[in-house]
């Protein structure tokens, strides 16, 4: 109950002690709904509904307690306490309850005694005379209009009248201004009840009052809410424009001028934009105003947008300006632009604009760090060592540019951006990032073969690939460590690197660079990596065996002679078996594992993928896979009891534009063993600009065979597929591979029920191919990690049909895993890669680590036109 209810029924509780019986008449039924829950205690209610005699009827029990002279006995030994609740004008009964009438006491609207006048305005005179008199007589002049029920002025006198909007604060039931205003700007649930109690001037005051908007008279609630948000809309995105830097069309639009205004009017604009049960009508009303203003045509300098997020037009604005900044190779301004912008609302509640301002981001990167090795090459005379761990180093290590060009590559054929017309900048720049990693690419590759030409292999103290089993396999098995030996086919050491980052929470880490034997083929390659490599590989070459490496005097031709011969020398039940084997293993695999002393797992996805025919857009995505598919094995491995993990690689490779005819030249000829576009293998033939050559003994090889490497990006003219994927030359992408070696720590499943996963989408449907959610997460408990790694699955029954294409922070490009930040949200991107059958989709958020699932929406609309 509220304070003018409470005193009503004080009223009436004083007439039934007072007079025993109470007739009340309420012909306007304003105190029906209080009848429902009105409890006077040791007191009957009695309600007429439909007809004088069956009330009679109800009454005439009662009426026994009352004499001949119409007055309460006196020797009734339970004093009478009767209310007679009639929702009629006294007149209306014919005195059908004159007995009940002249034994108690009636209370009606008008009644002359004081005390029994129930008139809503007397009453509510009563209250709000005690605690607001200033306001009590503007009240008791609505109540005649009828404005207020009774109800209302409860709510009224709870919120002790907030200033002159005393109708708003009823109908919103709350006298907080912002979320008034924010409540009409986005929803029109209560514009009947604003009609009804004649509020619209009292909104619009409000918007005056508060937010120092000029906004025209109205009688509608409609029109109102569409003056306001213009109004406020438009003066936020002019609030910081120098009014002569407006376009005319503007620069009389009124712009509030008082300090606490302009901050209630960007407290606004940001408080409708970001909550998720308002921003669809933040939305829809900015892209109505804009559209009514003409912005999208208007020529306002982009220097005054920077930190804006109105309208959709700004957006669009800024990105045009960024890809103009990058051409103009102002890099370090484009990728804080960037950064900061792919957050914005806009780049959230507009994909497309959020994966443009990512491949910005990623785009004036690689430009950024293509300039600065160009810079570091050219400040000293590098040797070979030095060029590798400039490569390989910690800070500022050049095999970051692999990394953000992968990513911009793998981003920008997810992306689908239309190019031409107002994309003709963002084509210009993805040709320039391509044309700069190639360049600087081919510049590390001429200054490290002319090296090599000069120096031999002189790696310094950096460790050869033919060492590793050796020193950090063969330690382990010695003293009885449950090991798993991964061998992986063209692992770059930036993958390798990027690999790791995922594993950090359930494992010690260490990537140790190391440099593979040229040539970077898998043959020569994965025999280096095997017991007694380090004891000389030679080039083996028969008529039986047109081609092999020799380990120890035993060729090796292929993938079941080297597990063989690992098996030879570790010991015969030693279990091998492929990295898809691990994703699913079946139970016999699972036991193998559990009892073995070394587990060998071996993955040639990448070459296998990279070599069986020319690179498309999807040839990314399914070498990044395996980054994904590793982080997988070495966590089932973990799980099955294996305590440590070392992952090896073969050899790199190269990545980038596919080589155009000119880049091609003829091999050496002479007796040819073995051809491929980065090496040539054989005895004899020709010198050549275009190359160096170099004997078996000065790259650690033995025997006589000689091999010749191209001096640049250039390849010899071989038969294969690909001619962007390669390898088998001299290049630090080729050269430099990644030792990774991994120590299960014990496990906390507590971590994982700690944390909760809180999962938002902006709409209930999705009816385009990109689509946005936002995740958040929060601990349960007081302890907990800071931050969680997640990954989002898209499925339509079991089939996944869509995926992350990039996320507000802490997105991978090449796994898709997204890190979470304690209580930090992150919009994340999601992309249906295919949309033609699907209905709806189920989205999953999964626990990168214990694939346990921590958030989900099942059956998802899906209305896209095809």
């Known amino acids: 109950m509220g304070k003018v209810t409470d005193y009503l029924i004080k009223q009436v509780e004083k007439q039934v002690a007072d007079r025993g019986i109470v007739v009340w008449y309420d012909p306007e039924k304003v105190y029906a709904k209080l009848l429902d829950t009105l409890q006077i205690p040791q007191t009957t209610l009695i309600r007429y509904e439909d007809s004088f005699f069956r009330l009679r009827e109800k009454l005439e029990p009662y009426l026994e307690y009352i004499d001949q002279q119409g007055l309460p006995k006196q020797d009734c030994e339970t004093p009478l306490r009767l209310i007679v609740y009639i929702p009629l004008h006294r007149s209306d009964t014919r005195s059908a309850l004159a007995e009940a009438e002249c034994a108690g006491a009636v209370i009606e609207p008008g009644a002359e005694v004081a005390e029994r006048n129930t008139g809503l ?47 708003l604060v009823t109908i919103y039931e709350t006298q907080n201004t912002d979320e008034i205003i924010l409540s009409f700007l986005g929803v029109d649930d209560k514009d009947k009840l604003i009609q009804s109690k004649k509020a619209v001037s009292e909104m619009r005051s409000l918007f005056i009052s508060d937010a120092g908007l000029d906004i025209r008279q109205t009688d509608s609630p409609s029109a109102l809410r569409h003056e306001a948000r213009r109004a406020l809309l438009m003066a936020e995105f002019l609030i910081g424009i120098p009014t002569n830097k407006l376009p005319g069309a503007l620069s009389a639009i009124p712009v509030p001028h008082e300090k606490a205004h302009l901050e209630q009017v960007l407290r606004l604009c940001k408080s409708w934009r970001n909550r998720n049960d308002l921003r669809d009508s933040y939305r829809q009303a900015a892209l109505d105003v804009e559209r009514e203003m003409g912005l999208m045509a208007l020529d306002i300098p982009t220097e005054y947008l920077l930190h804006n997020e ?44 959020g994966l443009r301002w990512s491949l910005l981001f990623l785009a004036s990167r690689i430009l950024s760090e293509s300039k600065r090795i160009m810079a570091e090459l050219k400040e000293r005379n590098h040797d070979a ?70 120096e031999g292999c002189a790696w310094g103290n950096i460790l050869s690939q033919d060492k590793i089993f050796n020193t950090h ?37 260490t990537v140790i660079p190391a440099i593979a034997k040229l040539p970077t083929i ?106 994904d598919k590793l982080r997988s094995a070495i966590r089932r491995l973990a799980s099955l009891g294996i305590t440590t993990i070392v992952v090896a690689a073969d050899h790199g490779h190269l990545f980038g534009e596919s080589i155009e005819g000119g880049m091609k030249m003829d091999a050496p000829g002479g007796n040819t063993l073995k051809i491929s576009r980065r090496v040539w293998i054989g005895k004899g033939g020709a010198a050549g600009e275009g190359y160096i050559r170099l004997k078996a003994r000065e790259i650690g090889l033995t025997g006589d065979m000689e091999f010749a490497f191209p001096r640049s990006l250039a390849c010899f003219k071989a038969k294969g597929a690909s001619t962007a994927y390669l390898h088998g030359g001299i290049s630090l992408q080729e050269l430099v591979i990644p030792l990774i070696i991994l120590k299960a720590k ?34 349960q408990d007081l302890y907990g990690p800071d931050s969680l790694r997640v990954k989002v699955a898209v499925k339509a029954g079991k089939k996944e049909v869509g995926m992350p294409a990039t996320a507000a922070y802490g997105f991978e490009e090449s796994t ?41 929406r099942k059956d998802v609309p899906v209305k896209i036109s095809i």
């Open 385 to 454: 060592a030095s060029l590798i761990a400039m490569y390989a180093g910690e800070e500022h290590a050049w095999y970051r540019l692999d990394t953000a060009y992968r990513d911009f590559e793998c981003l920008y054929a997810r992306c689908e951006v239309e190019l031409g017309s107002e994309h003709d900048q963002m084509e210009k720049v993805v040709i320039n990032v391509r044309q700069e990693y190639t360049v600087t690419v081919q510049a590390c590759i001429e200054k490290l073969t002319e090296r090599v030409a000069k």
């Open 121 to 167: 305005r007397i009453i509510a005179e009563q209250v709000f005379g005690a605690i607001r008199p200033d306001k009590a007589g503007e009240i008791a002049k609505k109540i005649d209009e009828g404005v207020y029920t009774i109800e209302e002025l409860d709510k009224l006198a709870e919120y002790q009248i907030a200033g002159k909007i005393e109708a």
């Open 522 to 627: 898998t043959d020569v390659g994965m025999a280096a990596l095997l017991p007694q490599g380090a004891q000389g590989l030679k080039i083996a070459s028969s008529t039986a065996i047109k081609f092999a490496v020799a380990v120890g005097g035993t060729a090796l031709k292929d993938r079941s002679s080297r597990i063989q011969y690992l098996r030879d020398k570790i010991g015969p039940d030693l279990p091998v078996c492929k990295l898809n084997d691990l994703i699913k293993p079946s139970k016999k695999q699972k036991e193998e594992i559990k009892q073995a002393r070394c587990v060998v797992v071996t993955s040639q996805e990448i070459d296998l993928w990279g070599e069986e025919e020319d690179v498309g857009p999807e040839m990314r995505e399914y070498m990044d896979q395996v980054i």
């Open 310 to 353: 109105t309208f959709s037009a700004i957006e669009k604005k800024l990105i045009l300006h960024a890809e103009k900044l990058i051409l103009e190779g102002h890099y370090t301004e484009t990728q804080d632009l960037a950064e900061k912008r792919k957050t914005s609302f806009w780049s959230t509640e507009s994909p497309a604009d």
């Open 816 to 856: 898709r895993e997204i890190i979470l930040e304690k209580e930090k949200p992150n919009p994340v991107t999601i992309m249906l890669t295919e949309v033609e059958g699907v209905s709806s989709v189920t989205v999953s958020v999964i626990d990168a680590a214990s694939r346990i699932e921590l958030g989900c």
């Open 746 to 779: 014990e496990a906390k499943p507590e971590e994982i029920k700690a944390g909760k996963v809180h999962f938002d989408m902006s709409k209930s449907e999705i009816t385009t191919r990109f689509f946005s959610i936002t995740l958040r997460y929060s601990l």
């Open 473 to 509: 396999v063969a330690p382990f098995l010695e003293q009885g460590a449950k090991i798993a030996y991964i061998l992986v086919d063209s692992l770059r050491y930036e993958m390798g690197k990027e690999m790791v980052r995922g594993l950090l929470g359930d494992f010690e880490t």
